[in-house]
């Protein structure tokens, strides 16, 4: 794969947002995992985060990635680390998926859990569970921790996109 930076959290942590200003900055090209692996040919109401079968989203999301990056571009990856399935338990992304991604970099973003249940809230139109998000957002810190730890790869843990231009700019000092 080509030099990916991956950068996950859980809904409504801004990720999307400090994603442009990191793109912008660095002149990465930015990815949506959801984009990749088609998520609206697999899931009928968009706003529906649970996903039915998450090796096969991470299977798609891989055949996305084959077919779209080029060498010699640097790509963020905007993603999550943990996922919701049908049930409503949090599973974590397998490492399979990360080790064929190859990353050079995990990003993880959060934020306050009032924050984001607002802003998600204000997005979907519909009303979310507290506990969950801080549920959710915990699990998402403590994979990206684990996955660095077990790749060797730098993680930068913030809600700050000024901090992760900073760290990447320490990172990829030419």
Known sequence: MSKIIFIGGIHGTGKSTISQMICAEFDFEYLLASSLLKWAEINTDPKNKKVKDVTDTQDRLILGLNDKIQKDVTYLLDGHFCLLNNSGKI???P????????????????????KIKLRLEKRDGR??????LHTMQEAEITHATNLSQELKIPLIKTDDAFVIINKLQEIFKP
């Open 91 to 93: 599973m974590q992304v």
């Open 95 to 114: 490492i399979l998926t990360f080790q064929t991604i190859n990353p050079a970099v995990l990003i993880v973003v959060h934020d306050k859990i009032d």
């Open 127 to 132: 009303l979310y569970d507290a506990d969950l």
